[in-house]
């Protein structure tokens, strides 16, 4: 709460929740992701931000923002029950929890305050496993399939949760007594059907809605063709390596849980050969390697990326941490609680750090300062039904404006084929245009024509310098009804946003 809290007026960490509330506006007026508003992620946040913002009313992010905040302590709540039943350690479990919430508020700070679909996963993932010990218990196979469906919600907020299905066979397989290929096969269909039935709601939905085959394409074809294989081997290394080596740089106590780690590893491929009295351990370790898998497999040195690295590593390093401290090193308590004060110690710097780096932001909203005044002027000067049309990378204008959006495309990549982290280097884009973009976007201009045209390339936000309109024949036609607003245009300087004006009928 002290990290998240004096930064409840922010209105944006990060592009993504600007595109999430866009999509979310949709869902309220009775409209959908991807065919009304793209993007490439799953469904689950764009519905999870259109219930907040249909409680508590939409124009600001504020209910966004205190919602997560309640969320990540709810969170908290679960890694310490989660430990608890992990380790059977009440003391392990109130380190797990004390870890996962520093490092959660304070690893890359911005984006772990950021509403970030990863925090969904997060949340779905702790519930699976937390339902899956009561399995280990009852031996109820609907426990099993409750978990299941659980990480399937995960996956229909990230799809690569679907990674911990492998983690969940894993388990099934550890704790199962008897074992058989029967037994296998019953508990392979029953989390199978589990894990489905999530996107069979979201399916079923979306075929009523008429936009099945906008949430087909943009929620796994548009990753697979597009998004994922526009980094290539060389880069998505150095980026993994810029991931997981910054996190456990910026976070000193995941730094000394690596060292521990790396001289546990051969101890642990002995537990192998008996996993049965290990099995708890195993477990965590799968779990850990399966959210490496999530985190690395979009390839980008994005920071948010390792949101679902922070729940097993911090059950992993208060397991290994605390065995360190009580079970290995021959020091008297007293030196155990000297070193209990060092490893505190390293939390708190690294906690304090971040807060100072954004102490800028106390009272102050910098986080879209370049799109207020241009914001407040299309707010001044439209009617609240009028539309307007953002080019580039900048859907918080339209949030910020208060003015809906004259086409599904609130940010342009599908049209200029650039790809966030992907292709900026690269000189020509045109292979990563999607098919019938600028047809549907001709169309939409048509039913909806916008009464401003916001041009931000010249100022380049989000790798958009190299795509002015100019070099696109449909806006040499189309800005024929337009003209550049002079009285705007004075506010800016000439390498900043630029407003276009549709001539009066």
């Known amino acids: 709460m002290l990290a998240r809290a004096p930064f409840l007026h922010i209105s944006f960490f ?8 866009m999509a979310a506006y949709q869902i309220i007026e009775g409209g959908l992701p991807y065919r009304d508003a793209i993007d490439h992620r799953g469904p689950l946040t764009y519905f999870f931000y259109a219930a907040i913002f249909g409680l508590f009313g939409k124009g600001s992010m504020f209910p966004i923002r205190l919602t997560y905040l309640f969320l990540h302590l709810l969170v908290v709540t679960g890694v310490f029950s989660l430990s608890h039943k992990w380790f059977r350690s009440e003391e392990k479990a109130n380190l797990a929890g ?42 109820n196979s609907l426990y099993l399939m409750l978990a299941a469906i659980l990480i399937g919600l ?37 989390t199978a059907i589990g894990f489905m039935i999530p996107w069979l709601v979201f399916l079923t939905y979306f075929g009523q809605k008429a936009g099945l085959e ?10 697979v063709s597009y998004y994922v294989p526009a980094l290539f081997a060389g880069a998505r290394f150095i980026n993994s390596a810029k991931l997981l080596g910054g996190l456990a740089i910026i976070n000193l106590i995941l730094f000394l849980s690596g060292l521990l780690a790396f001289r546990r590893f051969p101890h642990l491929l002995q537990t192998l050969r008996n996993p049965s009295t290990h099995k708890f351990e195993l477990l965590l370790w799968t779990t850990s390697l399966a959210a490496i898998g999530m985190s690395l497999s979009g390839g980008r040195a994005f920071t948010y990326y390792t949101i679902p690295l922070v729940l097993p590593i911090s059950l992993l390093s208060a397991h290994l941490i605390y065995n ?25 710097i690294s906690f304090g750090n971040r807060i100072y ?31 307007i049309f953002v080019w580039g990378f900048a859907p918080e204008i339209y949030f910020l404006s208060k003015r809906d959006h004259s086409s599904r495309y609130t940010f342009c990549n599908p049209l200029t084929g650039h790809i966030p982290a992907g292709n900026v280097d690269v000189a020509n884009t045109d292979y990563a245009i999607i098919p019938r973009s600028w047809t549907i976007l001709k169309g939409e201009l048509q039913t909806k024509p916008p009464t401003f045209i916001v041009d931000t390339q010249p100022a380049g936000f989000k790798g958009y310098k190299k795509f002015p309109m100019s070099q696109y024949p449909f806006w040499q036609n189309y800005m024929e009804d337009f003209y550049l607003d002079s009285t705007f245009s004075s506010l800016y300087p000439s390498d900043s946003i630029r407003l276009y004006r549709r001539f009066q009928d």
């Open 154 to 190: 995960a996956s229909t907020s990230k799809q690569v949760a679907v990674l911990e299905m492998g983690s969940l066979g894993i388990g099934i397989l550890l704790f199962q007594k008897r074992l058989n290929l029967g037994r296998v096969a019953y508990f392979a269909l029953i």
């Open 324 to 348: 360190w401290i009580h079970l290995e090193l021959p020091i008297s308590g007293k030196q155990q609680r000297s070193l209990w004060i060092g490893v505190a110690s390293l939390m708190v």
């Open 214 to 223: 906008d949430f087909l394409f943009y929620s796994w074809t548009y990753n």
């Open 357 to 387: 780096h954004h102490k800028h932001m106390y009272g102050q909203d910098p986080s879209v300062d370049e799109y207020i005044p241009v914001s407040q002027y299309i707010e001044e000067h439209t009617n609240p039904n009028d539309h």
């Open 14 to 21: 990060s592009v993504d929740e600007a595109v999430s509330a």
């Open 98 to 139: 004390i870890i996962y919430a520093c490092i959660s508020s304070s690893y890359y700070f911005s984006d772990g305050l950021a509403a970030h679909t990863e925090w969904l996963l997060t949340t779905s993932l702790l519930g699976a496993w937390l339902i899956f010990f009561k399995w280990t218990e009852s031996r």
